[in-house]
């Protein structure tokens, strides 16, 4: 089975296919295609605080920056990581058998917190994910509750196609005037 994560904001409001990020009035942040930073899941993103990776203050000037979707192992042949043209984003090609997370952060600007209406996450993840907005969880889907270390798994396969999650939040509660970040720690159920 093809293990892929695909990471990327984006939304008619606010979105992550892990896809790009837009603001009602159709501001985008983020495209498709755009570059995250990267941390392998070798051992926790930050330390001695796990959660510190989450927040829009955490420096991660040492992490890799690399182009979403994020995925090992073949070329991706299903929607939503394939549309039929060329295939783009990070092959993890040492994340077999090596390690079954990855942690993304994405940082965004918002100028206008309060006006910004209702924010949509979406989200494609294969086979878990956790997603937080600003150090907050806002989504989760396939994995158990409360603190998953890095070395934690999905709880079970999932079937392709790959479903595309949605996450509607109001955009005045969970946004920030400036900097603002969305994290997403991704998980394989098998290694192999």
Known sequence: MDHRFNATLRACLIGVLLLPLMVRADVIFSATDATWKLFKG????????????RQP?????????????????????????????????TVLGDMMNVYTCVFLRKTFVVTNAAASGTVMVQVAGDDGFIVWLNGVEVGRTNMPAGFVAYNGRALGS???????????????QWLREGTNVLTVQGFNWDPA
């Open 42 to 53: 070798l051992s926790e993103a930050s330390s001695p605080d796990p959660a510190a990776w």
């Open 158 to 172: 999932i079937a392709e196609p790959v479903q595309i999650h949605e996450f509607i939040l109001s955009g005045s």
């Open 57 to 89: 203050t955490f420096d991660d000037t040492s992490w890799a920056v690399a182009p979403a979707p994020f995925y090992y192992t073949s070329t991706p042949t299903e929607p939503p990581f394939y549309n039929g043209g060329p295939v783009t984003g």
